[in-house]
């Protein structure tokens, strides 16, 4: 199978590196990017991560190094999922350790994987927790968190949704979803429709709708938030926007100026790329933290959009390798960024005006925790809504968003 040695290269990379999945692809260039095998390899070895840590613990006496474990699960991947017959998975694997200066390791990786292709596939946690982290791909310490935020039940119902393997897209207003759907129609692309758009297999067949910012990628989670942020006039103040989706969305939508703010220069560039493709010359993006206080904001805007750095757990659907980043510990400073942030963006919203707390984590602790926390310090605000979208409504993708009104 051609690819292997560019997938070991970008899996390196995830595991050893830290980086993200489509970030290590790209890296790698056309010899992966272009070969579906070997592309759809890599997402899959990710996608299995801790049922094939698992299984390499019950099958071998002592863990192997990192570059032979990575090995050993692209392995187990083909020998799962490709229609390859079981000894050319372990040819091919055996090749690849040599071509990536590994070729001590053959003949424990030959054995270990014939010893998969016979037994290995089986093998399952018994322990609850411990199934329910290879079920979900999730590290046990996070399975233990979701268990003890929403209980079995509720652990398991957010953690095994079944997810979307399509791409959802919106057309920009100017264009209009009529004319979106009609134009779908004439290429003879399959579409599913959803209030805000359409599920495609592939958006390859409309690239050219994108780069003239006809229609843009957008999650129907994503668009479900923006369409429920109310407007009263004036300017919109998005706190954290980049890459700038949500942005777009509402100065297309209510045709008013939107303030677009990043930390980062480079995601403000972004915003700036994205608002140009979808001329939507009324975003005006800019650096700034949200978590420090500035006094010239202060009851200055009737909406205030807080789409919050989040742990991204509710975007395991379209980010499985959200679960190779995540930590509790990461969790517990990321809500009290959360609560530095609202508190902030609470001093932005004028009398009568609204602010929209959102993530994609379904964690209460990021959602209806820092919303409670928020209102218990602020008795100007009262919860007009509170909503966590349904992750089998939205592809398999949870988000979450509250309203708070000022009075």
């Known amino acids: 199978m051609k690819g292997l040695v560019e997938a070991y290269r970008a899996l390196t990379d ?36 801790y049922l094939y840590d698992h299984r390499l613990t019950r099958l071998t006496e002592r863990p192997p190094k990192p570059s032979v474990r990575l090995l050993a699960k692209m392995g187990m991947y083909l020998l799962d999922d490709s229609s390859l017959p ?29 010893r998969y292709a016979a ?6 946690p018994v322990d609850p927790d411990e199934l329910l982290s290879v ?42 979803k009529e004319r979106l759907a009609e134009t779908l129609r004439e290429r003879g692309i399959a579409y599913v429709e959803t209030p805000h758009g359409f599920y495609l297999r592939s958006v390859g067949e409309i690239v050219d709708l994108l780069n003239e910012g006809k229609a843009t990628v957008m999650s129907y989670g994503s668009a479900e938030v923006a369409s429920a942020v109310p407007y009263a006039g004036g300017e919109i103040l998005d706190l ?19 303030l677009a703010c990043d930390l980062h220069e480079h995601r403000v560039q972004l915003i700036e790329s994205y608002a140009a493709r979808m001329h939507a010359s009324n975003v005006t993006a800019t650096r700034a933290d949200g978590t420090v206080l500035r006094e010239e904001w202060r009851d200055r805007f009737s909406t205030v959009l807080l789409d919050a750095p989040c742990s991204g757990l509710g975007s395991l659907g379209t980010n499985a390798d959200v679960a190779l980043h995540r930590t509790v510990s990461e969790i517990e400073s990321l809500r009290a960024t959360q609560s530095r942030l609202i508190r902030n963006a609470g001093e932005y919203v ?7 707390y959102a993530t994609c984590s379904d ?44 009075v």
């Open 86 to 114: 079981a000894h050319a998975v372990v040819n091919d694997i055996a090749e690849t350790a040599k071509k990536v200066g590994k070729g001590g390791v053959v003949g424990f990786l030959n054995a270990l994987l014939r």
């Open 240 to 258: 954290c926007a980049a890459p700038g989706g949500k942005s777009v969305y509402l100065a297309e939508k209510y045709a008013a100026p939107v």
């Open 14 to 49: 995830v595991y050893q590196g830290g980086a993200w999945v489509d970030e290590s692809i790209r890296k790698q260039g056309a010899p992966l990017f272009d070969n579906k095998g070997a592309f759809r390899l890599v997402y899959g070895v990710v996608e299995h991560t």
């Open 350 to 356: 004028r009398r009568g005006g609204c602010l929209v």
């Open 119 to 124: 037994v290995g596939k089986e093998l399952m």
């Open 363 to 406: 964690l209460p602790s990021e959602d209806e925790d820092v919303v409670r926390d928020f209102l218990s310090e602020n008795a100007a605000f009262s919860l007009e809504k509170e909503c966590p979208v349904d992750p089998e409504k939205c592809g398999g993708d949870a988000y979450y968003y509250a309203i708070l009104r000022k």
């Open 135 to 176: 079920r979900a791909n999730l590290p046990l310490d996070l399975v233990r968190l979701y268990v003890k935020e929403c209980g079995r039940e509720g652990a398991e119902r957010r953690l095994l949704v079944s997810r979307r393997t399509d791409t959802h897209v919106r057309p920009a207003f100017a264009f209009g």
